[in-house]
């Protein structure tokens, strides 16, 4: 994918990922949509590297294992950040 390639669809149509503003270094915004035209927020904006990084399917026990570890390590990270994990 690149600037003049923004799309990637998925298997039969089941999903889309749209780079919506790439400045040749950076992705600094882009979205998912599924086969129904739903379409995500900028997901850019939730994470700190320039890259795509997705998980679909929260419902699916796969899916949900992986989203599930990186959401507690998520929330522990920001909560150390904000002072609020307890130290020895």
Same mark, same amino acid.
Do not use: C
């Given at each position: 994918m690149d600037?003049? $390639?923004n799309v990637f669809v998925g298997p039969d149509g089941y999903f889309k990922?749209? &780079? @919506?503003?790439?400045?040749?270094?950076?992705?600094n915004a882009w979205h998912f949509e599924d086969n129904e035209g $739903?379409?995500?927020?900028?997901?850019?904006?939730?994470?700190t590297g320039g890259h &795509? @990084?997705?998980?679909a399917n929260?419902?699916?026990p796969t899916v949900g294992s992986f989203a599930t570890r990186d959401g507690v390590q998520r929330?522990?990270?920001e909560q150390a950040e904000?002072?609020?994990v307890m130290k020895k």
């Amino acid at each position: 994918m690149d600037s003049a $390639n923004n799309v990637f669809v998925g298997p039969d149509g089941y999903f889309k990922v749209v &780079i @919506d503003d790439f400045d040749g270094t950076r992705i600094n915004a882009w979205h998912f949509e599924d086969n129904e035209g $739903n379409k995500s927020v900028n997901l850019a904006k939730l994470s700190t590297g320039g890259h &795509i @990084d997705l998980l679909a399917n929260i419902a699916s026990p796969t899916v949900g294992s992986f989203a599930t570890r990186d959401g507690v390590q998520r929330i522990t990270r920001e909560q150390a950040e904000q002072g609020l994990v307890m130290k020895k």
